[in-house]
């Protein structure tokens, strides 16, 4: 925080790039082995709409392969096969099944000349956690290498949450594009997309494309999201002991609810988590419309009474933070018992 104070004084607006701008894009830059060049915005949403248009004009298509569930941002195309897209957008949109590797070659093989890219969250956390099955992620990669698409990581929320240099880190799989945000600011408004070199010139000034935002990158962001990744930087295996509580936690919550006869199934990876009032494991966006939401209102209303907070959708992913401390575990798994036996 004291950072953030400092940087205030010298300015909290510029209008052109900054040392800590560039300070911070050659650290995820060197952090990342897939970005060669990276531009900063202002949120993920940002990021991805800008990065659909460096995949547009890179490769002159105009579709893009989306997963059902998927959440990319609030742009028209990529809320489509939501209920809140408009109809109008989806005929550049093309919607697979997550963890569905012969639907997307299908849609692939029958529409490739107007597929620019699949954007894909690698471990997907907007219709709940849902962990890629081990042949999803490099069958994505081998599928637009085979039929010259182009793969978007969206990594806004896995980005140094589920490993230190993200999902592709963790899978070992190269994007050509990522998009980060989130923990990169440090809490502070930012977004980010990068990858290959060939690919990002399309952008002005070094391409035609136009991108351009007066706040992205600003020093305030840039600052708390440096100071953040340097902290994180000093212990890469930070992300492990996130996992270790998270499993701890879901552990102790699944076994009290089998107790009480209530089905639930929890998803960790990384510091992501989903508690679902499930029987079986999800894969895709179908099985987890099968949780049962009315028992999720009910915990969330009884944890929160309890004084826990849990996020306020079944479809919406948990975070552990490295703040989160024993004390913390243990009260919300006191609180999880009440509400259960009293349920």
């Known amino acids: 925080m004291s950072r953030i104070y400092q940087a205030v004084t010298t300015g909290v ?16 830059v060197n952090c990342f082995d ?11 949403s940002e990021a991805t709409i800008a990065a659909l248009r460096a995949v547009r004009a890179f490769t002159g298509r105009s579709g893009v392969v989306k997963f059902l569930g998927g959440y990319h941002g609030w742009d028209e195309a990529m809320l489509s096969g939501s209920p809140y897209a408009a109809p109008h957008v989806e005929g550049h949109t093309y919607l697979a099944k997550y963890n569905d590797l012969e639907g997307t070659r299908n849609i692939l093989a029958e529409n490739y000349e107007n597929i620019a890219a699949i954007i894909v969250e690698p471990v997907a956390g907007n219709m709940g956690v849902i962990s890629p099955r081990p042949d999803f992620l490099p069958g994505l990669r081998a599928l637009c290498d085979e039929f010259g698409a182009l793969l ?3 990594e806004v929320m896995t980005g140094f949450r589920v490993a230190y240099a993200g999902a592709q880190s963790r899978y070992g799989i190269r994007p050509d594009i990522t998009c980060l945000g989130k923990i990169i600011g440090g809490g502070l408004p930012i977004g980010a997309y990068g990858g290959n070199s060939s690919i990002m010139s399309v952008m002005a000034p070094l391409g035609s494309t136009y991108q ?29 002991r996130l996992e270790e509580k998270a499993k701890t936690l879901c552990s102790e919550l699944t076994s009290i609810a089998n107790r009480f006869g209530i089905p639930t199934y929890a998803e960790v990876i990384g510091g992501m988590f989903t508690f679902y009032f499930l029987e079986n494991q999800p894969i895709d966006y179908a099985s987890v419309q099968e949780a049962n939401v009315k028992y999720f209102a009910k915990f969330f209303q009884g944890m929160l009474e309890a004084g826990v907070y849990w996020p306020p959708s079944q479809f919406e992913a948990a975070h552990m933070s490295l703040a989160h401390n024993d004390s913390d575990l243990e009260l919300t798994i006191k609180a999880a018992y009440s509400v259960f036996a009293n349920w």
């Open 13 to 28: 607006h510029f209008g052109t790039p900054t040392r800590v701008e560039s300070e911070l894009a050659l650290f995820l």
């Open 34 to 44: 897939s970005i060669e060049m990276i531009r900063f915005v202002n949120s993920g």
């Open 152 to 154: 978007v990581f969206d």
């Open 212 to 240: 351009g935002g007066t706040y992205s990158g600003n020093p305030l962001s840039a600052t708390a999201g440096l100071a953040t990744l340097h902290f994180l930087d000093q212990d890469q295996g930070y992300w492990k």
